[in-house]
């Protein structure tokens, strides 16, 4: 299979054409050889898109999701890899579970999938599960995520045994006996009567992870980071030379508690949505580089499990279809940071930190990439999602970054039909 | 005139025209009510269902008999003993009611923000008759109903409540609505009991019961769920009463004569010992009789709306 894809644009700037062959980048052929060719002037390539945080719901969930259409999602937001958390029925706490959800994700061939494995058996927050044989299957880090690494005795003992392996550890950050709401306190909260969970919920679980990070000389990253306080620990620890990274998601730099008020459940998700200062300090962090990661968290319901009482319904919203939209359009078109800084938060950082190794554009690298529409203004509809989650507060948004192709290894997992 | 929206959702959703509108047409609701015979026929021709997901007494009858008074064809539904037990969505209960030709629908849930969940889905009008911690509209209308006919005017008026304001869904509509028709509102508690960024609603945060009810024209108090203790948001009953109730050395430093009010059910001896809960100054048990009143005149301007429309 060859493609070319003429008159590009690369998210650096650099204008040139770009050939594929067999999978990878090649040098200049005969466009006459070419099985597609794409005339791609006025949009942008970008590598793949690397999510490190994402939930397929399979198995055990696939009222929610599956494999393939969690990959049909992702590769309509121009990702090429995707890394889904643990927390299927059964876990993803053994190397059987790890090799099934390979398989399933061959057959989809969507996108690259890279298992993530949970810290402890069940996710239970007792004992640790078999990581070194969870690696040998394919796993790339291990967590406990939707649940913090339940105690500081664990959260040890993962990290050392994990160190053995060289996997790196996640950790949702939060402190249980502070998190019993629905949403962020604050003014909101209280004039809503919802039950608030205080900053001080996640910053607690941040201070340990980092203090055991230190103490251990291992590195750690730390989920969806939503706080300010947050944002400054990690800063400082950076600065102290602690091995620790971490990631944000779009709807912490997008959204604040107050889009809570009437009750939508599509506002709900775990950190909550907080105010406009934590907003302000999680676009400093993405800034001045503190800020490593932007992952999704993509956590499709059904609609059963939205369309309730705020109070019981599920946390987490979608995120593969308008994850780079919202980067572009929140962080670069108002001049926060550069594409380049985009790539490196939604590529190569990623990419990186769990050592994957991707978002290579040279001649003999996978030919994973994504082209984006950043000069024309597009309406999100959720109707038109590929994932089966409708569960986005994002519907009706005008945004930039519109997804015009994506490739993976050298396959086309989405194409816009104009 | 009348009231703007379908549903009566809270103090939020009301301009002070809105209120004092209700308010009105409670003092001749309230004359209806205290005449020989009870009998109007407003609703006559019309339904009125009480949907209880959380207990009550007051609320309930007191809505029950409003629309009974004023001809409706009424009826209850509990969250035990009807297909709630057996699962069935809030929504697809809400729909099922709806769809019986429904006009109102009266509604207590245990979850804040239920009934704005519902609202949009039904044709009947919703009206909040608590909901989690959010509000009580009701309840806070017929406390400043009962302001009202004491005082002539809220404008101007203090206003001071004590007691367990975290999960107060009165405090919040008393405060939002007292403040709307220009009463100045004061609040304590313990700190274990008082939400982050209360005095968004409009009210200040007092220092001490002494401090909150000082000067006051009406002092009002709240029941504590005595179960909260285990939870660690107070230590002891003992201690609460001591620190946190409205004795009668407190009551003596609000304005003479000031209204000494309570929503009930009131745990006798902690937050109100029962010689302040009995004291002449009490309109604890005018406040229920007001409670048909304001319940008649929502019901009555809601089926208004509905009969224009």
Redesign the interface.
């Known amino acids: 299979m060859k493609i070319i894809l003429e008159n590009a644009t690369l998210f650096t700037g650099e204008k040139k054409d770009i050939y594929i062959e067999d999978g990878k980048f090649c040098d200049v052929f005969d466009k006459k050889d070419a099985d597609k060719t794409y005339d791609i002037s006025g949009k942008t390539v970008f590598p793949g898109l690397v999510d490190m945080h994402c939930h397929l719901r399979e198995p055990g969930f696939e009222y929610r999701e599956t494999i393939l259409t969690g990959s049909m999602s992702a590769a309509k937001g121009g990702y090429t890899s995707i890394c889904p958390m643990p927390n299927t029925d059964p876990v993803c706490d053994n190397a059987a579970v790890v090799s099934g959800i390979l398989k399933k994700a061959k057959e989809a061939g969507y996108a690259r999938v890279y298992p993530i494995g949970a810290c402890s058996k069940d996710l239970d927050g007792k004992l640790l599960s078999e990581i070194g044989l969870m690696k040998e299957a394919g796993i790339v880090a291990v967590s406990d995520d939707g649940k913090p690494i339940a105690t500081a005795e664990l959260l040890r003992k993962v990290l050392e045994y994990s160190s053995d392996f060289d996997i790196p550890v996640l950790d949702h950050c939060e402190e249980k006996t502070l998190s019993d709401g629905c949403m962020n306190?604050?003014?909101v909260?209280?004039?809503?009567?919802?039950?608030?969970i205080?900053t001080a919920a996640e910053d607690i679980a941040i201070a340990r992870d980092i203090i055991m990070a230190e103490y251990l000389n291992i590195p750690i990253h730390l989920c969806h980071v939503s706080t300010k306080s947050g944002v400054r620990m990690v800063r400082d620890a950076k600065a102290r030379g602690v091995k620790v990274t971490c990631e944000t998601c779009p709807h912490y730099f997008t959204l604040t508690d107050d889009s809570c008020e009437?009750?939508d459940s599509n506002f709900k998700m775990h950190p909550p949505l907080r105010t406009k200062e934590h907003v302000e300090a999680i676009i400093e962090g993405l800034k001045d580089g503190t800020i490593d990661a932007i992952a999704t968290d993509h956590a499709p319901h059904h609609e059963?499990e939205k369309?309730?009482?705020?109070?019981?319904a599920n946390n987490g919203i979608v995120g593969f279809e308008t994850a780079f939209a919202l980067g572009y359009t929140y962080l670069v078109k108002p001049g926060h940071i550069t594409a380049q800084r985009l790539a490196e938060l939604m590529c190569y950082n990623p990419s990186n930190i769990l050592k994957l190794g991707r978002g290579g554009l040279n001649v003999g690298d996978d030919a994973d990439l994504a082209v984006f529409d950043l000069e024309n203004e597009f309406i999100f509809d959720k109707n038109k999602m590929l994932t089966k989650g409708r569960n986005t507060p994002y519907d009706g948004f005008k945004l930039y970054g519109e997804t015009i192709l994506t490739i993976m290894g050298g396959k086309v997992t989405y194409e816009k039909l104009c | 005139m009348g009231l703007r929206n379908k549903d009566l959702l809270g103090l939020?959703q009301l301009t002070a025209e809105e209120i004092m509108e209700i308010l009105e047409t409670a003092k001749t609701m309230k004359m209806v009510l205290t005449s020989g015979n009870k009998k109007t026929s407003h609703l006559q021709g019309k339904s009125v269902i009480t949907l209880f997901y959380e207990n009550s007494t007051r609320t309930r009858l007191s809505f029950e008999l409003a629309s009974k008074y004023m001809g409706s064809a009424s009826a209850n539904i509990s969250a035990t003993g009807s297909s709630v037990a057996k699962g069935e969505?809030?929504?697809d209960t809400a729909r099922t009611i709806d769809m019986m030709a429904t006009d109102i629908i009266i509604m207590r849930?245990s979850?804040?923000?239920?009934p704005?969940?519902i609202a949009p889905h039904l044709n009947a009008s919703v009206v909040n008759a608590g909901?989690?911690?959010?509000?009580h509209p009701t309840q806070a209308l017929l406390d400043m109903f009962t302001i009202y006919e004491k005082l002539g005017t809220l404008e101007g008026k203090k206003v001071a409540i004590c007691g367990d304001i975290y999960h107060s869904?009165v405090v919040?509509s008393n405060a939002i609505g007292m403040t709307k028709l220009g009463a100045q509102v004061s609040i304590y508690g313990p700190k274990t009991m008082m939400?982050?960024?209360?005095e968004?609603?409009g009210c200040r945060v007092a220092d001490n019961v002494a401090d909150c009810v000082k000067d006051c024209d009406a002092v009002m108090g709240l029941r504590v769920q005595l179960e909260r203790q285990h939870k660690s948001l107070f230590p002891s009953v003992a201690e609460y009463s001591k620190f946190y109730g409205i004795s009668p050395e407190m009551l003596e430093l609000a304005k003479p004569g000031a209204l000494l009010m309570h929503p009930g059910p009131c745990n006798h001896g902690v937050e109100l010992p029962t010689a302040v809960y009995d004291c002449d100054q009490s309109v604890i048990n005018e406040q229920v009789t007001n409670g048909v009143a304001v319940r008649m005149a929502v019901l009555y301007l809601l089926m208004a709306r509905r009969n224009q429309i």
């Open positions: 306190e604050g003014e909260s209280t004039c809503l009567g919802l039950r608030g205080p009437n009750y059963d369309c309730v009482e705020f109070q019981i | 939020k969505s809030l929504l849930h979850h804040s923000g239920a704005h969940f909901d989690g911690m959010n509000e869904r919040r939400p982050v960024g209360i968004k609603l």
